[in-house]
């Protein structure tokens, strides 16, 4: 994962905090994706920095985590976002 790539989000996804959790609605494929306390700290940093770089930082600061264990984390959550058809990530 390059950190200086920018996240994209689907025009056709729909999403919604709830009990502190986010739940996302594709709209396209009618399908619901429920994200946990981080997954959704992740999401919600995506949608107000510009890079994932940025993304990481903040993420960095918010939690007690090793470097290299975020990245992959990040890298990871990012992935399955873009194979569901949920975002897009891009050069910046």
């Known amino acids: 994962m390059n950190l ?3 996240v ?4 056709t996804v729909f999403a919604q905090k709830v ?10 494929s009618e399908n619901y994706f429920g994200l ?4 959704t700290a992740i ?3 995506m949608q107000e920095y510009g ?4 993304v990481f930082n903040a993420l960095l600061e918010q939690y007690d985590v090793e470097e290299e264990l975020l990245k992959r984390d ?3 959550f990012v992935e399955k976002l873009v194979e569901s058809g949920l975002v897009e990530v891009k050069e910046n």
Do not use: I, R, Y
């Open 51 to 54: 890079t994932l770089q940025e």
């Open 36 to 39: 946990d306390e981080v997954g």
């Open 74 to 76: 990040l890298s990871d």
């Open 43 to 45: 999401w919600q940093a």
């Open 19 to 28: 009990d502190g959790e986010m739940v996302l609605l594709d709209m396209e």
């Open 4 to 6: 200086n790539q920018k």
């Open 8 to 11: 994209t989000f689907a025009e």
